[in-house]
């Protein structure tokens, strides 16, 4: 039996199969333009403290086989709370059940209870998240470039 929930993101950081759950994640979302993964703890926290960070995990029994963390800020130019989603992956083989699909809902369930009026997230091109996105009624409405600049 699956369980999505809401935790403290050290839940998440300090899992025991963090390290592997981060590296399957960056295997399938990685862009040469994007540095390799090194979760920040103290931002992570900051963020979290200053009510600014959410993270969502899905709990098959004792593990964790799914997480997301959602980023709510207010967009100055529009005068409204929005929310990004910062990170979202489930284990391939958790997928076909719709896990996914149920934690993008259930992010987007509590974005709306903290007064979102946007949801945003981003799918790398060509992949299967970009797919079953657009069949979920959200829109494409921009692509994102991206460029090493270091």
Request: charged share 25%.
């Amino acid at each position: 039996m699956y369980t999505i929930k809401k935790v403290n993101v050290i839940t998440l950081l300090d899992y025991e199969q963090a390290e592997l759950l981060f590296d399957l994640y960056a295997a399938e979302s990685r862009s040469d333009t994007v540095p390799m993964h090194k979760p920040d703890r103290l931002m992570y926290t900051t963020l979290e403290d200053q009510g600014m960070l959410d993270c969502i995990v899905v709990y098959k029994d004792d593990a964790i086989v799914g997480f997301t963390v959602i980023l709510t800020t207010k967009l100055p130019h529009y005068s409204a709370l929005s929310t990004t989603v910062e990170s979202i992956f489930v284990l391939k083989d958790h997928r076909p059940r719709g896990t996914g699909l149920k934690l993008l809902q259930f992010a987007q369930d509590l974005a709306r209870e903290r007064g979102s009026k946007m949801f945003f997230m981003s799918a790398p091109i060509d992949s299967k998240l970009n797919t079953t996105l657009s069949r979920t009624g959200m829109k494409a409405i921009s692509t994102v470039y991206s460029k090493d600049i270091s």
